[in-house]
């Protein structure tokens, strides 16, 4: 049996409105018929929809930074280092290898044994130090290669390289793969209180950065700085001499732009630059930023 379809898109005018057909199917004991059904036409207008801070404060997706998460990683201390997995050699005590050799690896009590355990080698570069006091900060880690678990052999643990993008050496270290779930955003907020340092550095090894461009800040979890936490950023504060009453005065840096933290240490964070309204570099201030600038820039 076939439903038929019939009706007309003809409509007319009712007390000022057009008043048209529709066609509703209607099912009675497994047979359809076309109903027609009165239907307005209803004419709408846009408007402007208000909405509080909180649901209008952008969000920055996690994969926006995911190919950072691996790439580097950060140590807070040189006992915390010495304590990670560390290359030994090459087969055959071999000092550089690359794709497809095995490596030897003192692990101690970490390693999980399996041949699904991956591993990212990271080499230790930057070391980060506080501006004024000198104090270490943290220890940065920069991808070098991953390798994948295959057997113990004595003391040690062999992994193959499955991947190098450097010659591996001994002294690299071994530290687990962190799968990061791309879809996870982070809802800015700025910090309950002030909060005052600077940009240490920029993990590309560049000494200019602009927006869209990654920057170690000196702030951390002890600072409350954690992932989400919106940071302004200024050029450091200038010293002049007072002409007149002479002495010294010190004039406020200016505006240079903003960032987002998206991973915290206890004294370092990765953040990654919004908005830039001129060219930025290392060693300008990182301060509390006002609470109205999360509805007035979008992360992308």
């Known amino acids: 049996m076939r439903a038929g379809y019939g009706g ?3 409509g007319w005018w009712r007390g000022g409105m057009r008043v048209g057909l529709g066609l509703a199917l209607v099912a009675i004991v497994g047979a359809v018929y076309a ?5 307005e036409v209803v004419h709408l207008s846009p408007r402007v929809r208000e909405l509080p801070p909180s649901e209008a404060a952008p969000t920055l997706e996690r994969q926006t930074v995911a190919p950072f998460m691996n790439e580097y990683r950060l140590i807070d201390s040189r006992a915390a280092l010495d304590d990670t997995p560390y290359v030994v050699a090459g087969e ?20 999980a044994r399996s041949r699904d355990a991956r591993r990212v080698i990271y080499r230790p570069g930057t070391i980060y130090h506080d501006p004024d006091s000198d104090a270490l ?22 992994f193959e390289v499955r991947r190098a993008r450097q010659e591996i050496r001994p002294g690299d270290r071994l530290l687990p793969y962190r799968e990061e779930p791309l879809s996870l955003t982070l809802s800015p907020h700025v910090p309950d209180h002030a909060v005052d340092g600077e940009i240490l550095g920029v ?30 950023l200024d050029a450091p504060p200038v010293q002049v001499n ?53 509805t007035s820039f979008e992360a992308r």
Request: no cysteine.
């Open 242 to 294: 007072d002409p007149l009453e002479g002495g010294t005065l010190r004039l406020p840096g200016e505006p240079g732009g903003m960032a987002m933290v998206f991973e915290s240490f206890e004294r370092v964070s990765y953040a990654l630059v919004i908005k830039a309204s001129r060219p930025l570099e290392v060693g300008d201030g990182v301060s509390t930023a006002e609470r109205s600038v999360l």
């Open 35 to 39: 109903a027609e059904e009165p239907r």
């Open 203 to 232: 993990p590309e090894g560049v000494s200019y950065v602009g927006r869209h461009s990654i920057v170690a800040i000196d702030l951390g979890r002890r600072n409350d700085v954690t992932p989400g936490t919106v940071l302004a």
């Open 92 to 111: 055959e005590g071999h000092q550089l290898v690359g794709s497809g050799d095995r490596i030897y690896v003192r692990t101690g009590e970490e390693a």
């Open 137 to 158: 900060l943290g220890i940065e880690l920069r991808a070098v290669g991953e390798a994948r678990w295959v057997k113990r052999e004595g003391d040690l643990d062999v």
């Open 8 to 10: 007309s898109a003809a």
